[in-house]
């Protein structure tokens, strides 16, 4: 027997269940599928574009020809071309601040929250959360977090912030003010605004206290991350 959690374009939402011997999944477009026990083996992995190997991560299947845009640096591969353009700003901008995978999928989606099916592929509604699900390659992923943690999510959002105030000033603008009057939870909204304003919305100052993390911490929890926070 072994528990799984699926997510389709034939779906809105992840369904969880169990399985047997044998159980077919159905997608046209993509697929994600997380199985609990580690026993249980796929026999056939066609269109696979990423294999689940531990238990955090997940399969990840797409119809062949689906992601058919590529970033300039082949870095980045998308269903859309607009998400695998701004793919060459987004790396030469965090090139060399945060840890870049050798590739990464970019799935566009009509869902409401965007998220990362760690490590390699991501699913996004728009560029600024490609953005947020990018940076959790290094947040989260290369430096683990636990289930409770916020410090992740504070990071790939200040990132954010940092990326659209260089290249979409207006949206930045709007965003600083969502952030500011409690639109949203408070790992997204008050708790990075202090961060923030903490480093004086500095990127420098912010990307440096990142490489350090990046260079000392491969599992970091809020305790941790907010005692390295109080020293700086
Ligand atoms: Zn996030």
């Not at 566009?108 to 990362?116: D, E, K, L, V």
């Not at 728009?126 to 290094?138: C, P, R, V």
């Amino acid at each position: 027997m072994f528990r799984y959690f699926y997510f389709s374009d034939k779906q809105t939402s992840f369904s969880q269940g169990v399985g047997f011997f044998y159980k077919e999944f159905l997608y046209d477009d993509y697929a994600v599928l997380n199985t609990e026990n580690s026993i249980f083996r796929i026999n056939r992995c066609d269109n696979a574009v990423q294999i689940q190997k531990e238990k955090e991560t997940a399969y990840v299947f797409v119809s062949k020809d689906y992601l058919s845009f590529t970033s300039e640096d082949t870095s980045f591969v998308s269903n859309k071309k607009w998400l695998a353009e701004e793919a060459k700003d987004i790396n030469d901008y965090f090139r060399g601040k945060v840890i870049f995978p050798s590739k990464m999928f970019v799935i566009y989606a009509n869902i409401p929250r965007s998220f990362h099916i760690s490590p390699y592929v991501i699913f996004v509604n728009s560029i600024k959360d490609m953005i947020h699900e990018f940076n959790h390659y290094t947040f989260g992923y290369y430096i683990k977090d636990g289930v409770s943690d916020t410090w992740a999510e504070i990071l790939c959002e200040t990132n954010t912030l940092l990326y659209l105030k260089k290249k979409y000033p207006m949206l930045y603008e709007s965003e600083l003010e969502l952030k500011s009057i409690g639109f949203y939870p408070q790992e997204y909204g008050s708790k990075v605004m202090d961060f923030y304003k903490k480093f004086n919305c500095e990127e420098i100052k912010i990307f440096s206290f990142e490489k350090a993390l990046i260079d000392s911490q491969k599992k970091m929890n809020d305790k941790v991350f907010y005692s390295l926070l109080g020293s700086e």
